[in-house]
């Protein structure tokens, strides 16, 4: 009795004092230098952050492509995944401050040595029976908080694997928005060059005619043919372009290689209002941002828990059980056998082994708060070069499609004088192939456009990634996110 309560005495005490002490140092977000602003000015907007921008674009097809991605994206299964090992792992980290309570029978034939020391009695038979059962329990205090920086760091680990996961939503959806866009732009320049090809053709038709009945030289026949052959050679590489950017798509749905339906043309599909928002919201909303953050905060209690090496454990063991050599006295009284018990064990000489170790862990918390820093500046640097993309890429969208218009004048200005016999065919081809060529180029200039667009979102986050990601199958829903909390 005087033993069972100087054990209840010391778990109450050492139960009270472990609530009190955690070896190492408790996280604060480390100090960073936010801009004010952004290098550009722009309206602020920043409730359009946090909706599903890209069906802004007014393309059913888009969405669907989007939607699909998102439910049969592999890499985001391959992220979920990652968050429920993550969970599992903070359970186990969590248990080591628990009690643990196990169980254990066992029943043998033995024979026993007749001759040994000392001789077993004749009378006694040599082979006998063994019946064994217990249940022991064993209870590790966390005196110094080894396992509560353990599960911090853990839990630190299952956020940020939950931020990894929405950083995979953020790559896909920009990804297929983006790779879409690029697709309706080479879809438009394959339209100019079919067309431009189709042009050409029939007017080295016109020409061969004419070459016949000795109207025009045989220079100028060879021009026009030089031309439509450029027309002609430009359709094979777009179409491979596409192709790539198709399948390319393909794989961020989850699918094989293949077609991608279509929607509006790159002139129908509507602009995207830009975000505007603070340089700091960055530091509350970008997966990356908080991911690293989350890692710095696993390294710093890490750190904790490695110092917490250099202190004593208490562990208190019991043991209540029952041997017998008969089955039928196997549960009497006489057979009943228990143990209770403490112990303090502790380091004195490791010879450096816990020195490196705490050496190694404050290195990886350097580490990681320099990479979480550098993940901030980048940011900063990413969105803002979005920003002033968006800005440009409009106004050169703008002056391209003013070049294109006065090109297209040009050229059938030349065209009327060169019917008239005022000009020679090469000042016609030269207009022809410049509007070609800027047609071509205001394609890709309008795709820019777009995506630069979606850039801005990419950089700046939001409330649209939680959105995305209640459109999967394995979302961070709050029975995933309780998990993880909890530890159920």
């Not at 329990?137 to 630190?156: K, M, N, P, Y």
């Amino acid at each position: 009795m005087r033993t069972l309560t100087l054990a209840a005495i010391l778990v109450a005490t050492t139960a009270c004092v472990a609530g009190c002490i955690a070896v190492g140092p408790d996280y604060s977000r480390p100090e960073v230098q936010v801009p004010a602003t952004w290098r550009i000015d722009l309206p602020q907007a920043e409730e359009v952050a946090n909706t599903t921008w890209w069906e802004q674009f007014d393309d059913p097809v888009l969405n669907d492509l989007i939607q699909t991605g998102l439910r049969d994206n592999l890499d985001v299964r391959v992220a979920a995944a990652r968050v429920d090992q993550f969970i599992g792992l903070l359970r186990s980290a969590r248990s080591q401050g628990l009690p643990q309570i196990n169980y254990g029978a066992n029943v043998s034939r033995n024979r026993t040595s007749e001759v040994g020391m000392p001789p077993l009695s004749p009378a006694l038979d040599p082979v006998f029976n063994l019946y064994q059962g217990a249940l022991s329990a064993s209870w590790q205090i966390d005196l110094f908080g080894r396992v509560r920086r353990l599960t911090e760091a853990a839990q630190a680990q299952v956020y940020a694997s939950e931020q990894a996961q929405r950083g995979v939503v953020l790559s896909l959806v920009t990804g297929v928005a983006t790779s879409y866009i690029t697709l309706r732009g080479l879809d438009r320049q394959l339209e100019v060059s079919q067309a431009t090809a189709h042009n050409f053709g029939e007017t080295l038709r016109i020409f061969e005619l004419r070459y016949r009945k000795g109207l025009v030289s045989e220079t100028e026949l060879s021009q026009v043919r030089s031309q439509y052959k450029l027309a002609q050679s430009t359709i094979p590489a777009v179409e491979q372009q596409i192709a790539v950017v198709e399948n390319g798509i393909s794989i961020l749905l989850g699918h094989n290689p293949g077609p991608i339906p279509r929607g509006k043309s790159i002139s129908e599909l509507v602009v995207p209002v830009v975000p505007a928002d603070l340089p700091s919201t960055l530091l509350e909303r970008r997966p990356d941002i908080l991911q690293a953050e989350q890692n710095l905060i696993a390294a710093n209690a890490n750190v904790g828990a490695t110092r917490a090496l250099y202190y004593p454990t208490i562990s208190l063991t019991g043991a209540l059980g029952s041997v017998s050599t008969a089955f039928g006295d196997f549960l009497s009284g006489p057979a009943a056998l228990w143990s209770i018990g403490a112990g303090l064990s502790g380091p004195i000489f490791t010879s450096g082994a816990i020195g490196g170790q705490v050496q190694s862990a404050e290195a990886q918390k350097r580490q990681a708060q320099l990479i979480y820093q550098q993940t901030i500046l980048g940011a900063f640097n990413d969105t803002n070069d979005a920003l002033v993309g968006s800005l440009k890429t409009t106004e050169q969208t703008a002056r391209q499609q003013e070049r294109v218009d006065a090109l297209r004048e040009y050229a059938r200005l030349s065209s009327l004088k060169f019917e008239d016999g005022l000009i020679g065919y090469i000042d016609v081809l030269v207009s022809e192939n410049d509007l070609f060529s800027v047609e071509l180029s205001l394609a890709s200039f309008q795709a820019a456009r777009f995506n630069q667009v979606i850039s801005v979102y990419q950089a700046m986050g939001g409330g649209w990634v939680d959105i995305a990601d209640s459109l999967t199958p394995v979302s961070l829903s709050e029975e995933h996110k309780g998990n993880s909390v909890q530890g159920k």
